[in-house]
């Protein structure tokens, strides 16, 4: 029940493609979902984070469709760039247990110029 | 602003040593929250602590220990390295205790041989 299982492994997208990264949880106290990008070397940087009373949120070119009833939630990258190729991990987060994050196993996106 | 700042970079342990990590949360930042990061797959929840106490412990054993200074630092120690103990470690702070507006630091790499 703690798990979030993620989809695609991997991607690869041409530049001004759409990019889209799947996740999928089974815990419905989750109440805090946020994406998180990581390139080599660095550590994960927050980029966009949906709560459940929501079912779409967007910040530039990056969108999280959120689904309730099937407990799954995505990210799109519109007009995808090579400064976009990472790794990207979902997570969640349950309020009574807020102090950690359950993330997924990653998604490593490539950008072709 | 000084991001979350880990130290060593990089280090190399032999089997059945001990080793100290260190971490200097965000200035103001109150919560410190160690992850580790196996090669290929997301960050696992280690520990969390806020005001020097320890808010929450994951699925690791207790050669695993963790604590706070009244600076809000932290040091992550490992005793008797196994080779499944290499992985990057990873370090957030945040205002609050929780999981909400993490800011990770660049990790530390610790190669077990």
């Known amino acids: 029940q703690q798990q979030v299982k993620q989809s695609p492994q991997s991607l690869i997208v041409q530049k001004g493609g759409i990019s889209i990264i799947n996740c999928a949880y089974e815990?419905?106290?989750?109440?805090?979902f946020p994406w998180y990008q990581q390139f080599p070397g660095k550590g994960p940087a927050l980029l966009i984070a949906?709560?459940?009373?929501?079912s779409e949120k967007k910040e530039g070119r990056f969108t999280i469709s959120f689904n309730k009833s099937a407990k799954q939630f995505s990210l799109h990258i519109m007009d995808s760039q090579p400064g976009d190729s990472a790794t990207y991990f979902c997570?969640?987060?349950?309020?009574?247990?807020?102090?950690?994050?359950?993330f997924g196993s990653g998604t490593r996106l490539l950008v072709r110029p | 602003d000084a991001g979350v700042t880990q130290s060593p970079t990089h280090l190399i342990k032999t089997r059945g040593q001990q080793v100290t990590l260190r971490c200097s949360p965000i200035?103001?930042?109150?919560?410190v929250s160690w992850y580790q990061q196996v090669l290929g797959q997301g960050p696992q929840f280690i520990f969390q602590?806020?005001?020097?106490?320890?808010?929450g412990r994951g699925n690791f054993p207790d050669r695993f220990s963790a604590r706070q200074f009244p600076n809000y630092s932290s040091e992550l120690n490992v005793n008797a390295l196994l080779l499944g103990d290499s992985a990057l470690y990873l370090c957030?702070?945040?205002?609050?205790?929780?999981?909400?507006?993490?800011?990770f630091g660049s990790g530390t790499r610790l190669t077990v041989v």
């Open positions: 957030a702070s945040s205002l609050w205790t929780g999981s909400y507006g993490y800011t």
């Open positions: 815990n419905t106290a989750f109440d805090y």
């Open positions: 949906i709560r459940p009373d929501v």
């Open positions: 997570a969640a987060s349950r309020e009574d247990s807020s102090y950690k994050l359950i």
């Open positions: 200035s103001g930042h109150k919560s």
């Open positions: 602590y806020y005001e020097k106490e320890e808010r």
